[in-house]
């Protein structure tokens, strides 16, 4: 290469330098004119703003509740069987069938029983005579005191057997013991029963009872006349009922309490055995400010949440209620009409600047 070309290449070189060091100054890329520098500084700063949901703080009725289950018993329910033994002569009834105290129901057969009596009243007859004739002497002192004494005994014995005999007939005529519905029956007309045979069942579920247990540590907030809503499986009706009987100890094994409430029942919608939901309100407060969950952080020494100001948040300490499926009672720390952010929680802190959307 001769001395030429070296100096055409340097030259090259060098002219390719002066460019590039006077390429910044020359101002070949920059922006149309018009364009302010500082919007494109201040556009970062603005997208800073965290998009987040809060809720404004409003009064609301809170009731504090506890779920638990139990089972519909009827008021009064009981298997029907005979005191006597003996065969079945008359069956008084319709299954199913609503009876007032006092229905016959069933009838056994009595004949011998009223052969019996009526022997004894002829009995009674002759020692009525036989004291009254005893009476007579012993006013006219013919008699002595003692004779007519055993005389007057034997009549009272007699009057003692038939008062004997009379009950067992009654009981040979099985009656309704009380306002009710009668079940099926389990013998026929001819059947020889016992005392141990079950005829039917009989039952009053109007009032119904409801049967549940709820954990020993409300022993002290629920008393005799607190109301109680419960559902069955059998009907989408929410029921009412009042409680009536508490147990006056808790189950040693489960640490709960049973007691019992009792729920009108005029359309029969209620049945004994039927699986009951029960809500049991504890207590009522007519001004709870509610948050929801989300919006609560714990910590070691206690919970807080963040509070939306003009445009930005800041932390406050609060003291947390009842809690329910969606929502936690805030007892101490805020204030009505307080806005309270409930979503980007992860991102923010004391000071961050926030686009709030405030939700329902």
Do not use: C, W
């Not at 105290?101 to 002829?122: M, S």
């Not at 807080?304 to 499926?325: D, L, S, W």
């Not at 009505?336 to 409930?342: A, G, I, K, L, S």
């Amino acid at each position: 290469m001769n001395k030429t070309v070296k100096r055409i290449l340097t030259g090259i070189i060098i002219l390719v330098i002066l460019f590039l060091a006077a390429l910044p100054k020359l101002d070949l890329f920059s922006k149309s004119e018009g364009t302010d520098a500082s919007a494109v500084v201040a556009q970062p700063a603005a997208s800073r703003s965290i998009p987040v949901n809060a809720v404004v703080v409003e009064p609301k009725r809170l009731s504090d509740q506890i779920q638990v289950t139990g089972a519909i018993l009827a008021n009064e329910s009981l298997e029907i069987r005979s005191e006597i033994s003996g065969k079945v002569t008359g069956i008084s009834f319709q299954e199913g069938q609503e009876l007032r105290r006092g229905t016959l129901l069933v009838t056994i057969n009595d004949e011998e029983l009223r052969a019996q009596l009526e022997k004894l009243k002829y009995t009674r007859k002759l020692r009525e005579d036989m004291e009254y004739r005893q009476r007579l002497l012993l006013e006219k002192e013919a008699i002595s005191q003692e004779e007519y004494d055993q005389a007057l005994t034997e009549l009272n014995t007699s009057t003692a057997d038939i008062k004997v005999l009379e009950a067992q007939i009654d009981k040979s005529q099985i009656r309704a013991p009380f306002d009710g519905v009668i079940g099926l029956r389990y013998v026929s007309q001819g059947s020889y029963i016992t005392p141990q045979t079950v005829i039917t069942t009989f039952s009053n579920i109007n009032p119904a009872k409801v049967e549940f247990a709820v954990p020993g540590r409300y022993s002290n907030d629920i008393k005799i006349g607190d109301d109680i809503e419960f559902r069955t499986d059998a009907s989408d009706d929410v029921f009412a009922g009042k409680i009536y009987a508490i147990d006056p100890m808790i189950d040693p094994a489960t640490r709960t309490l049973k007691m019992r409430a009792i729920s009108p029942n005029d359309n029969r919608l209620l049945l004994p055995g039927q699986f009951a939901r029960i809500s049991l309100t504890l207590s009522r407060e007519e001004n709870a400010l509610m948050v929801p969950t989300q919006a609560v952080i714990p910590e070691l020494n206690g919970h807080k949440v963040f509070i939306a100001k003009q445009g930005t948040v800041e932390e406050r300490k609060v003291q947390v209620g009842i809690r329910t499926n969606k929502d936690v009672e805030i007892a101490d720390g805020l204030s009505q009409n307080d806005t309270v952010v409930t979503s980007g929680i992860l991102q923010i802190k004391t000071g961050s600047a926030v686009d709030i959307t405030v939700t329902e």
